[in-house]
């Protein structure tokens, strides 16, 4: 749900294509008494409840959309490449084993205390370790953006996207942020007629679009996977036994 738009006054960004705003985009609705009156304030004049999730997307001039606008999975088109971007699984302190892979030390010929430690840290001449140095800490829970996946299918019904393969970054059931993607050779690919609309898709009751929309190249369930041809077969008559040659005398 799209609940308020920031019209180029305090959240703007010049750029060499203009002047772009920031549009923020809420999902899941909640309970209005598990938040503070000022995070109440941002949907006080959208019409729609609090969200437990709010992002920032940029926008240009001709992009902005009134506040309290619904976006649906419509919005791509079957066939585009997006940008993901979500956290990565957090897994909290772990050692240099599990956070690097390491090999750790020996098990045997009397090594004690020494079997998923990382061995000497020191650079010798510094006397101080290298910057950068691969140390047991935090691990995960770090942003990361993989671009350039493609769009094989779209459930119009239950608003869901399926992208190319399991490379998703972040748990199951986690918050995404899909962008078009900022690729050119994704961008150049982009035609008339496939260009997603603009500036988002807006329910038509005369127009119904379909349940599930399926790329050209991926098989579609609802048909058939083996089909059988009627074809002639010829029938090779045995022989019965070897001839026998006559000799002549």
């Known amino acids: 749900m799209n609940e308020r738009n920031n019209i180029y006054n305090n959240n703007t960004k010049r750029t060499k294509n203009g002047l772009l705003g920031m549009a923020i985009v809420g999902a899941i609705s909640s309970d209005p008494r598990n938040y503070t009156s000022q995070y109440l304030d941002i949907f006080k004049n959208s019409g729609v409840p609090p969200k437990r999730k ?14 309290g606008t619904p976006l649906f999975a419509a919005h ?58 691969k140390m047991a800490g935090r691990m995960g ?46 961008r150049e690919q982009i035609t008339q007629e496939s260009h997603p609309p603009f500036p988002t898709y807006y329910p038509d009751e005369q127009e119904k679009l379909p349940e599930e929309i399926f790329d050209k190249g991926l098989h579609q369930f609802n048909d058939s996977t083996i089909k059988f041809e009627n074809f002639e077969v010829k029938k090779i008559t045995k022989r019965e036994g070897a001839k026998i040659a006559k000799i002549k005398n």
């Not at 709010?54 to 506040?67: C, D, E, G, R, Y």
């Not at 190319?164 to 199951?172: N, W």
């Open 141 to 186: 829970c770090k942003w990361r953006q993989l671009m350039g996946l493609k769009i094989w299918r779209i459930n119009n019904k239950y608003n869901i996207l399926y992208i190319q393969g399991p490379v998703i970054p972040g748990p199951t059931h986690s918050y995404v942020r899909i962008n078009d993607s900022c690729l050119p050779k994704n």
């Open 76 to 133: 791509f088109r079957v066939g585009d490449y997006v940008d993901i971007g979500s956290h990565t699984i957090g897994f909290g302190f772990q050692g240099v084993m599990k956070r690097w892979g390491f090999k750790g030390g020996p098990r045997s010929h009397g090594s004690t205390k020494f079997h998923r430690k990382r061995g000497s840290i020191g650079s010798g001449r510094d006397r101080r370790p290298i910057k950068g140095m």
């Open 54 to 67: 709010l992002t920032k997307f940029m926008i240009s001039q001709n992009a902005v959309v009134q506040p």
